[in-house]
């Protein structure tokens, strides 16, 4: 872990423990090194928040580029502060830019890192949980880590969709579930079917931690300007 990640989360768990009731169970479930895919649902952009903390090691996310290409000292210093917390710039116009994001999401795991995804895409609007998209099986298959299914809840509440930081005094619960592993990433290959099968297991035990409503489409990202 960097001094910087080592510094604020010594400073962020005694924090989120008094402005929230925070709730872990299951911090067991995360192998205690090698590569790891945490696959998580996604209620608010508070969840960058509180799942790093209940994760016992440095959890590895995409981040919009646009964070690290500003100018000036505040850009470049913003920039190294997002490096330094295990953000990764990605591009989100699709296509080729996709492919790149998800090579580099392969390289963080298979250098032995806990790399963290919301399959949803982006947040729920209204609290149920959407269709997976099927990156995370990629992913897993491509590299042969173990996923980790997350359930958060609560993180809505706290920072609802449209509110510029966390609102205190809330109850935010985080279950962490066991490992599995998928393997036979030469038998799914593109097979678009397989894929898909494994994503919504993966969404199923998701859905077991939560408890939350399931709608089989995918979350759109209208009215979502975080994501």
Known sequence: MSLIYTGLRALAVPTLHAMWKLQVSGRENVPDHGPVILASNHLSVADHLFLPVACPRLVYFMAKSDYFQQ????????????????????????????????????????????????????????????????????????????????????????????????????????RIGKPIVYDGAEKVGHNAKQLREITDDIMSRIQELTGQETVDVYASRSGDPAQ
């Open 71 to 174: 100018g000036g000292l505040k850009g470049r210093f913003r920039g190294a502060f997002m490096r330094s917390v295990g953000q990764i710039p990605i591009e989100r116009s699709g296509g080729r830019a996709a492919l790149a994001g998800l090579e580099q999401a392969r390289q963080v795991i298979m250098s032995g890192k806990v790399f963290g995804i919301f399959p949803e895409g982006t947040r729920s609007p209204d609290g149920r949980l959407y269709r997976g998209k099927t990156g995370v099986t990629r992913l897993a298959l491509m590299t042969g880590a173990p996923v980790v299914p997350v359930g958060v809840l609560g993180t809505d509440k706290a920072q609802p969709i449209g509110a510029p930081f966390p609102r205190p005094g809330h109850t935010v619960t985080v």
